[in-house]
């Protein structure tokens, strides 16, 4: 199960473009990198999913190198309503995959 | 999207008394579904996997007598905490996955959580 390394903490402004990267070194060929989202006292929720290259979704986009040891994801034009923790998963769903979540990236945006 | 729904979102109760939590998914099936535990200001920690029709998988430390695990329908799965101790005390998270098919992997969804207080 690859291990997921990701900052503690970051902090931005309204209307700026946020990117939290995810470096995961023992990311296997079957993984895909998966995002989530949540809210103080709330279940996590799906926010972006990808396997390499670039995805783009109507809330972010998620960048993957080549190499695929690491991604961003990309929050354009952040409101004080992306406030929130953010998790990024490695995993396959094929075989026995248990999604274990890291610390995870709290973001808190500015007035 | 895939919606699962968890009830009941808080519960306070004495301590020593038992309190169930249920986690459906309501517009798909999960064979499978998670639970987990968050303490303030931490991560999401599993607990154990639910698997209908058989036996949960529980984690490491986790103890099974305590936290009952019961996935009797391909959409119900409910987690019972046992005598209650004040450090049962938590947020607890229920979680399904849906497979993808072609270029798409597995997704999970959540319920919104159980805030549990034994006092």
């Known amino acids: 199960l690859a291990k997921t390394t990701q900052p503690i903490s970051m902090d931005s402004y309204e209307g700026q473009e946020v990117n939290i990267t995810c470096s995961h070194n023992?990311?296997?060929?079957?993984?895909?990198i998966t995002w989530y989202q949540q809210f103080p006292s709330q279940g996590p929720r799906f926010i972006i999913q990808?396997?390499?290259t670039k995805v783009t979704n109507e809330v972010a986009s998620l960048f993957i190198p080549a190499d695929r040891k690491s991604s961003t994801l990309s929050l354009p034009r952040v409101s004080l309503s992306d406030t929130a923790v953010y998790y990024c998963l490695v995993g396959d769903s094929g075989g026995s995959y248990i999604p274990t979540f890291g610390r995870g990236t709290s973001l808190i945006v500015h007035p | 999207g895939a919606v699962v729904s968890q009830h009941p979102s808080w519960v306070i109760c004495k301590s020593g008394t038992s309190v169930k939590i249920e986690c459906r998914s309501l517009?798909?099936?999960?064979?499978?579904m998670f639970w987990y535990r968050q303490f303030p200001k931490q991560s999401l920690m599993l607990m154990a996997t639910s698997n209908e029709g058989s036996k949960a998988t529980y984690e490491q430390g986790v103890e099974k007598d305590k936290f009952l695990i019961n996935h009797a329908s391909l959409t119900l799965s409910t987690l019972t905490v046992t005598s209650a101790h004040p450090e049962d005390s938590s947020f607890y998270i229920c979680s399904a996955p849906i497979v993808g098919t072609g270029r798409t992997n597995e997704k999970l969804f959540f319920g919104s959580g159980t805030q549990l207080s034994v006092l």
């Open positions: 023992n990311i296997a060929t079957n993984d895909y």
């Open positions: 517009d798909f099936q999960a064979t499978t």
């Open positions: 990808g396997y390499k």
